[in-house]
C-alpha cells in the first residue's frame, strides 16, 4: 500500500531530517510511528503527502509519487493534522466534510450523502451544522476525522491524535481509530495509545529508523525506548 | 453572530444574494439624500425598524454589538453646526442618521446571514475569489487568534507582575510572535487544503436557487427606496394631518 524506497529529506543542504528511509506498509495494517521530538515523524508524514520535496521511491498503491500524481496520491491518502483548528477551516462541520469530496468533483447530492453516512458512522451527527469554533477540542478532533473520511481514503495518516484530549475523549479517539477498517499510519509520543491502536511500529530518532517491529516487541522494550529517549507505555509500567 | 444568524425567520430565509443587493441599494439610496434632507431621509429608518422586528432581533443588540463604531459615526459632521450655523445642526443631524441607517442595514444583513451563505453570494456578484476566501478565513480564524493573543497576554502578565497590560518596549516581540505564530498555522492550514484538492475556489454547499419569495422582497424593496427618493413621504403624511 504505501512504500519507501532510500528516501532522504533535508531544509538546508548538509542538514538531513530524513536519511534513508525505507519500509513497506501493507493494506489494512495499523501502524506506528513513534519517536521523540525532532526525530522526523511529521516530516515523513508530509514528505509523503507530497507537502515537502524528497529524494529516492515513494509508492502509494500502484502510483509512484511525483508531483502529477499528487492529486491521486492524496486523494488516497487522508491526513489527520494534531491541529484540528488547522484542518477545520471552513465555518461549520457540514461546509468542512464537503469541501474534499466537492474539490475531487462528486456532485453536492454525492457529497451530502457521504456527509451523513460518515456522521451517522462515527455517532456525531449532532455536529453536523455546528460552527467550528465554537465546538470542543474532542469534538472538533472527531470532525477533523470526518472530514477525512468523507474522501474515503485508503489509508489515514494521523499526527498525535490523542494529543490535548481529556481521558474521555482520548478514548473515543481511540476507539473510532479502532473501529476504521483503513490503512493506518499513527504518529505519536502517546505510547499506550499506540500499544491499544497498532500493531506494528516504527521507531525513529534523528531522521532514520531505529526500529522496525511488532508493537510488543519494541513497545516492551525498555532499553531501546530509553536509549530513544522515550519510556516504556505507562500501563507496562507495571 | 452566529447564533443570531442560526434564526429562522422570514428575513433568515432569504436569499443571502438578495439580501446583499438590498442592502447596498439601501446605503446607496440613503447616501444619495441631500445633507438638509432630514425629512425625507426620516422614512428611510423604516427599512432597518421592519427589518430587525421581522428577524426577532432586538435594535438594541445592534446599538450594543456596534457600541465600539457608533461615536465614530456619531462624530461625522460634529463640526457643521460651526462652520454652517443653523444649516450646520441639520446636516449634522442628516450625516449622523445616515451613517447609524446604513450600520443598522448592514448589521441586520450579517446577523441574519450565515457567513458561507454571504461569502457565496458575493462570489455570484463576481468579487474576487482571494478576497471572499479571505473574509471567510479571517471569520473562521478571529477566535482563534483571539484565543492565542489571550494566552500570549496570560503569559505576559504572569512574569511581569504590577504592570498594567504589556509595556510599550514589549510590544514588538508581542507582535513579531504573533505574527510568527500566524504565519505557522496559515502553512498548516493551507496544507490542509492542498490535501483536500483546493484549486483556487471554494465551493459553498449551503447554498440554495432563488425562489419567488426572494424576488418579490427585492422588487419591492427596490420599488419603495425609489419611491421614498424621490418624493417626500415624511411631509406627505405630515400635509395630511396639518
Known amino acids: 500500500m504505501i512504500e519507501f524506497k532510500n528516501v532522504n529529506f533535508e531544509y538546508e543542504k548538509g542538514t538531513p531530517v530524513l536519511t534513508d528511509i525505507s519500509f513497506k506498509i501493507e493494506d489494512g495494517e495499523s501502524v506506528g510511528l513513534i519517536g521523540c521530538n525532532g526525530a522526523g515523524k511529521s516530516t515523513l508524514m508530509k514528505v509523503l503527502l ?21 492529486d491521486e496520491v492524496r486523494k488516497t491518502i487522508g491526513f489527520i493534522l494534531q491541529d484540528s483548528d488547522n484542518q477545520m477551516f471552513m465555518p461549520t462541520v457540514f461546509e468542512d466534510m464537503m469541501f474534499g469530496p466537492l474539490n475531487y468533483g462528486h456532485t453536492k447530492e454525492e457529497a451530502e450523502a457521504r456527509v451523513d453516512k460518515v456522521l451517522e458512522e462515527l455517532g456525531i451527527g449532532y455536529l453536523k451544522n455546528k460552527y467550528n469554533h465554537k465546538i470542543s477540542g474532542g469534538e472538533k478532533k472527531m470532525a477533523a476525522i470526518a472530514t477525512i473520511l468523507t474522501m474515503h481514503p485508503r489509508a489515514i495518516l494521523m499526527d498525535e491524535p490523542t494529543s490535548a484530549l481529556d481521558p474521555e475523549n482520548r478514548r473515543k479517539i481511540i476507539n473510532t481509530i479502532n473501529g476504521l477498517k483503513t490503512t493506518k499510519l499513527i504518529a ?16 525513529m530518532h534523528d531522521g532514520k529508523i531505529i526500529k522496525d517491529g511488532t508493537a510488543d516487541e519494541i513497545l516492551k522494550d525498555k532499553a531501546l525506548l530509553e536509549a530513544n529517549h522515550m519510556e516504556l507505555p505507562l500501563k507496562l509500567q507495571g | 453572530m452566529d447564533e443570531l444568524a442560526a434564526g429562522t425567520s422570514p428575513v433568515h430565509k432569504l436569499h443571502p444574494l438578495v439580501k446583499f443587493l438590498v442592502t447596498i441599494a439601501y446605503i446607496y439610496c440613503v447616501v444619495s439624500f441631500s445633507k438638509y434632507d432630514l425629512t425625507g431621509l426620516f422614512i428611510m429608518l423604516l427599512f432597518p425598524v421592519i427589518m430587525f422586528s421581522t428577524a426577532g432581533i432586538p435594535i438594541s443588540t445592534c446599538f450594543w454589538k456596534l457600541r465600539l463604531v457608533l461615536p465614530l459615526v456619531l462624530m461625522v459632521g460634529i463640526f457643521n453646526p460651526i462652520f454652517e450655523g443653523k444649516a450646520g445642526l441639520i446636516s449634522m443631524v442628516t450625516l449622523m442618521m ?102 483556487g475556489e471554494f465551493f459553498y454547499a449551503a447554498q440554495r436557487k432563488l425562489n419567488v419569495r426572494d424576488a418579490l422582497f427585492f422588487f419591492v424593496c427596490i420599488a419603495a427606496f425609489v419611491l421614498a427618493r424621490l418624493i417626500n413621504i415624511t411631509e406627505l403624511i405630515g400635509g395630511v394631518f396639518a
Open chain 1, 188 to 203: 505519536s509520543h502517546d505510547l499506550d495509545m499506540i500499544l491499544d491502536t497498532c500493531e506494528r511500529v516504527i521507531l
Open chain 1, 50 to 70: 507530497g507537502l515537502l520535496p524528497h529524494e529516492g521511491e515513494i509508492t502509494v498503491g500502484d502510483v509512484k509519487l511525483a508531483k502529477d500524481t499528487l
Open chain 2, 98 to 199: 445616515k451613517g447609524v441607517f446604513a450600520l443598522m442595514a448592514s448589521f441586520i444583513m450579517v446577523a441574519t446571514t450565515p457567513i458561507d451563505g454571504l461569502c457565496a453570494a458575493l462570489r455570484k456578484m463576481h468579487i474576487p475569489s482571494v478576497l471572499v476566501t479571505l473574509l471567510l478565513l479571517t471569520y473562521r480564524y478571529i477566535s482563534v487568534l483571539v484565543k492565542e493573543v489571550a494566552i500570549m497576554t496570560d503569559a505576559y502578565k504572569l512574569r511581569a507582575p504590577g504592570q498594567n497590560g504589556i509595556a510599550p518596549k514589549a510590544w514588538g516581540s508581542f507582535l513579531g510572535q504573533l505574527l510568527l505564530r500566524s504565519m505557522d498555522r496559515a502553512n498548516e492550514l493551507y496544507s490542509s487544503m492542498q490535501l483536500r484538492a483546493f484549486k
